[in-house]
C-alpha cells in the first residue's frame, strides 16, 4: 500500500466518522405561530434538570413560556404532528408555560388532543405537573430564512475546497513518485 493509498483510506476513515461526533437531532416539525417560523420537538424531560430551557428567552426554547393563550397556540398548531400518545393516551406532548415552586415545585402547561383538535388538556394548579419528574414537553427554536445567494455561496466554496483537496492530492503522489524513482 502506497503512502498516497494510505492517505486516502485515512481520510475516508475521518470523513465518515464525522457525523458521530455530532448527537443525532430529533426530527423537528415546522410550523408557524404569528408569523414567525418554529421548529419545534419534543424530549423527556424535568423542569428541575433543566431550568433555562424552560424561558422564553435565551437560553430558553418556550416561545410560549409564561404564556398559557400563546401555548394553546402552539399546542393546537402541532396537532397530532409530533405523535400520539405522547404524554397520555391520546395526546401529545406538553407545552409548559409556567412554574410554582410550592412544595416540590409545578408545572403548569397544556397537552392537546391528538384525535380532536378542540379538545386541549390544560394542566394548571388543579392538575400541575411535578417539576423533579421527566415529562415529554415540546421545545422550539425560532428559523431564519436563509436569503437564496446564500446556499450557492457554500456550494461553491464546497467545490473550490475539494478542487484544492486534489490539487494536493496530485501533489503528494507526484512528490512520492520522485521519491520512489530516486530510491530504486
Known sequence: MTAATRIQALA???ASMLP???PLAAEALAIKVGGTEYEVSFSPIAYKA????FSATTPGQMAWWGNPVLAASFAAEVFDQLGVNVYLTGYGPVFAYDYNPVGLGEV?????????????LVLDSVTPLAAALSHPFAYATA???VPAPLPLF?????FGWAR???NH??????RLLCGNQQAG
Do not use: K
Open 12 to 14: 475516508f476513515v475521518a
Open 154 to 158: 457554500g456550494a461553491a466554496a464546497a
Open 50 to 53: 433543566n431550568p433555562d430551557l
Open 143 to 145: 428559523t431564519a430564512s
Open 169 to 174: 492530492q496530485q501533489l503528494i503522489q507526484s
Open 108 to 120: 403548569y402547561g397544556i397537552a392537546q388532543n391528538t384525535l380532536d383538535i378542540n379538545d386541549q
Open 164 to 166: 484544492r483537496l486534489r
Open 20 to 22: 458521530l461526533a455530532f
